[in-house]
């Protein structure tokens, strides 16, 4: 029996032209294995509305063709369901793609979902929201909200606004509960590592696996400014963790005390949290074709 495959496709992310896509797919797909549908998104959400009626509906796959943020979307519907996600990357960073080993090329991409080779993967959530491959607060959602506002996206983006916010960048004071054992820590940034890394390659958590049932915490303590590059060009050397800035803790459960609003990311997109933050792990909650 056919399976039936959805391809949530959102136009605009990576600024990448996706108009040809289906004509793309259908070129690669194996139709005598899939009955195929394509949908473009049209606002934010639409991706999460789509995949849950997907899931309602008894769809086999839903795809997702965009980057981290749609990809949470997706997921964020159809996680604890037995209906599978599939990637299509097409963001500036790609980061659960990459964990995943999922071809980078749209066409080669296509290819793996006539594999229909499947896992299951951890799931974070930070209070309501749900992350599958990174959360986190402090500089990192600063950059991901200043980032959102960029015309041009992508590394080298990212990068030059990073440097241009650093200078002026306080570092806060955190109460974490990880566990139930408490850390006092004053930090440039923390991050919910459930895969490796942010994207591009760049692994702030050079040790994190999607299917260990643990998330890894990981606290930039404040740093010179003038370690700010080798800082960054540790996370593409995979040696982050060998800093005396940087310091990780596994754990299941995450309390953080938060005296004012707090701005966080949740797979790259910048959320304002005006409460306590809960984080947890649901362990292989997801199961994704790769």
């Not at 490796?196 to 998330?215: E, M, R």
């Not at 963790?241 to 609003?261: L, P």
Request: charged share 25%.
């Amino acid at each position: 029996m056919k399976k039936n495959i959805l391809f949530v496709i959102n136009p605009i992310s990576g600024g990448k032209n996706k108009r040809d896509f289906p004509l793309l797919a259908k070129e690669h797909l194996d139709m005598q294995m899939y009955n195929s549908e394509f949908v473009y998104t049209k606002h934010p959400k639409h991706a999460f509305d789509l995949a849950r009626k997907a899931v309602k509906d008894k769809v086999d796959v839903v795809v997702a063709v965009g980057g981290d943020g749609t990809i949470n979307e997706v997921g964020s519907a159809i996680v604890g369901t037995e209906t599978k996600m599939g990637i299509i990357p097409c963001g500036s960073g790609n980061g659960l793609a990459r964990s995943l080993g999922i071809p980078l090329s749209w066409k080669k991409a296509v290819v793996r979902l006539n594999e229909f080779r499947s896992r299951r993967i951890d799931s974070g959530t930070l209070n309501e929201f749900r992350f599958f491959n990174m959360g986190g607060l402090g500089f990192d959602a600063h950059i991901s909200n200043e980032f959102a506002a960029l015309k041009g996206r992508g590394l080298s983006g990212y990068v030059k606004k990073a440097f241009s916010e650093v200078l002026n960048y306080k570092p806060g004071q955190y109460r974490l509960v990880i566990d139930g054992k408490t850390f006092e820590r004053e930090a440039f940034m923390i991050s919910f590592a459930n895969s490796s890394q942010y994207g591009n390659d760049a692994h702030i958590a050079p040790k994190a696996l999607l299917d260990d049932g643990i998330l890894d915490i990981c606290i930039i303590k404040p740093f010179p400014l003038y370690l700010f590059i080798s800082m960054g060009l540790r996370m593409f050397s995979k040696t982050s963790e060998q800093s005396k800035y940087v310091e990780i803790i596994k754990g299941e459960s995450v309390r953080i005390e938060s005296v004012t609003n707090t701005l966080v990311h949740i797979d790259g997109e910048a959320k304002m949290i005006e409460k306590e933050i809960f984080i947890s792990v649901d362990p292989l909650s997801l199961s994704v074709l790769y």
